[in-house]
């Protein structure tokens, strides 16, 4: 099989009982957590999710390629024994997956493209759930390549904001989950005003939640909540 990404969204809040110990204790709890994620050999990175969102204190975007199909089925269950030792303390708010696959609209690799692998990460993270609505599949394929065009000329007008297209059509209950990163808030927002002016908006079913973080080093990220 062709390579692909599977990139994996955790969306976690802290629990009544971790409030409750001691800040010794919590710290010991992170050390653990922490250790257990480079123990893991995945990719992965800690965003801070709170007070930008009520519910949802941090997300654990993790990824890993996907060579070989038994992998996909590997990686759930390597998270599910990380994880679950420490449900006392963190709660599932959110969990969103889906994996890479050539655009069905665009050519190539394009230079505003997401690398998971990277190390650096930019300030800024946003992810949502993303599905279109029937009336778009029943369209001709020139009709929805016409439209995705200007979708693409809107995006790079915008060269410094990096997209990642997730695919999860049948697997989740959205078709997509869409990942950007930028240093500037202000501008992705003017991206996405701009993005719902164009003729495919009108075939968005879904586009929310919107979920906004703030990347920090793992360690950095959980001193936020001692």
Do not use: C
């Given at each position: 099989m062709s390579i692909r990404l599977l990139s994996h969204f955790h969306f976690f809040q802290f629990t009544g009982h971790y409030w409750k110990l001691s800040a010794e204790n919590k710290q010991d709890i992170q050390k653990k957590l922490l250790v257990d994620l480079e123990k893991s050999a995945l990719k992965f990175d800690l965003y801070q999710a709170y007070p930008l969102h009520a519910d949802v204190d941090i997300i654990l975007w993790s990824t890993i390629q996907v060579t070989e199909n038994d992998l996909v089925a590997q990686y759930f269950e390597k998270m599910a024994v990380l994880t679950n030792q420490y449900r006392a303390y963190l709660q599932?708010?959110?969990?969103?997956?889906?994996?890479?696959?050539?655009?069905?609209?665009?050519?190539?690799?394009?230079?505003?493209?997401?690398?998971?692998?990277?190390?650096?990460?930019?300030?800024?993270?946003?992810?949502?759930?993303?599905?279109?609505?029937?009336?778009?599949?029943?369209?001709?394929?020139?009709?929805?390549?016409?439209?995705?065009?200007?979708?693409?000329?809107?995006?790079?007008?915008?060269?410094?904001?990096?997209?990642?297209?997730?695919?999860?059509?049948?697997?989740?209950?959205?078709?997509?989950?869409?990942?950007?990163?930028?240093?500037?808030?202000?501008?992705?927002?003017?991206?996405?005003?701009?993005?719902?002016?164009?003729?495919?908006?009108l075939f968005t079913e879904r586009d929310t939640p919107i979920f906004t973080a703030i990347y920090h080093p793992p360690q950095d990220t959980l001193n936020l909540f001692v």
């Open positions: 599932t708010k959110e969990s969103w997956w889906g994996m890479t696959r050539p655009s069905d609209y665009a050519r190539g690799k394009s230079a505003q493209e997401i690398d998971p692998f990277e190390d650096h990460r930019a300030t800024y993270l946003i992810v949502y759930p993303f599905s279109k609505t029937a009336a778009w599949y029943k369209m001709g394929r020139d009709t929805r390549q016409g439209m995705m065009n200007e979708h693409i000329r809107i995006g790079h007008q915008y060269p410094e904001i990096k997209q990642l297209l997730l695919y999860s059509t049948g697997l989740q209950d959205q078709e997509f989950i869409v990942t950007y990163e930028t240093e500037d808030l202000a501008q992705f927002s003017q991206l996405v005003t701009d993005l719902r002016s164009s003729e495919a908006r």
